[in-house]
């Protein structure tokens, strides 16, 4: 079965600075996606980047990078320059390659910003 | 915008009412996926859509819920007899190439 396991329930970062979010995930597939989401209070999932498991570099997309790291099975967020929108939740979500292509998601992240 | 709209946003209702959620996708897309979310949970699946065709069903999708998607493109989630247990956010999804984009969601209050 596949699991996505998201080990830091809050984070704090100053404003300005870098930060990481863990995740691990497990399956047994050969072929998945890796996606994260940010979620502010006011409930909608936003999409921030995503990594093909064949893709040999890491995805970025703007202040957003994913530290992919196959062997380990983790698929860290890197969100440089962090500014105060940037407080919310971000979960980590994966899609297997069953015909379904349904993600399964970890149990979040909250993190606040501090100016 | 991701061009992905639900509604209503918010539905308080009564235990034992029906409800009834829309989600419209992105237009010429095949596929549609809902997902609930519990407070401090993750989304979960619950059902999806190729085209008028509803392929997968979730344990967590009682006999209580039933979700249609007439002629491929809208889609309704339906709660019979309604439940405390049942209060939370009804998510939908629609797919564009490796990107996955959510509504805003729809939340429910079973009071």
């Known amino acids: 079965a596949q699991k996505i396991t998201q080990t830091q329930p809050g984070m704090f970062v100053q404003e300005k600075e870098a930060v990481t979010l863990d995740c691990t995930y497990d399956t047994s597939d050969q072929s998945y996606g890796l996606f994260w989401y940010k979620q502010p209070s006011s409930g909608e999932m936003i999409f921030l980047i995503y990594?093909?498991?064949?893709?040999?570099q890491n995805a970025t997309e703007g202040r957003y990078s994913l530290n992919f790291q196959k062997a380990r099975k983790s698929a860290n967020l890197v969100i440089s320059a962090s500014q105060l929108g940037d407080s919310a939740m971000y979960f980590c979500a994966m899609r297997g390659m069953d015909s379904s292509y349904k993600l399964i998601f970890g149990s979040g992240t909250r993190l606040l910003v501090r100016p | 915008d991701t061009g992905v709209s639900q509604n209503p946003r918010h539905k308080i209702t009564k235990r034992g009412q029906n409800v009834t959620f829309r989600c419209d996708p992105i237009?010429?897309?095949?596929?549609l996926y809902w997902y609930r979310q519990t407070l401090g949970q993750g989304p979960e699946f619950l059902t999806y859509?190729?085209?008028?065709?509803?392929?997968?069903k979730s344990r967590l999708l009682s006999d209580r819920f039933s979700a249609e998607r007439p002629k491929g493109s809208f889609s309704t989630l339906e709660i019979q007899r309604t439940e405390q247990g049942d209060s939370a956010m009804y998510l939908c999804a629609s797919p564009a190439g490796n990107t996955i984009y959510f509504g805003e969601g729809s939340w429910l209050t079973v009071v």
């Open positions: 859509f190729q085209n008028e065709a509803q392929l997968e």
């Open positions: 990594q093909g498991s064949y893709d040999e």
């Open positions: 237009s010429e897309h095949n596929r």
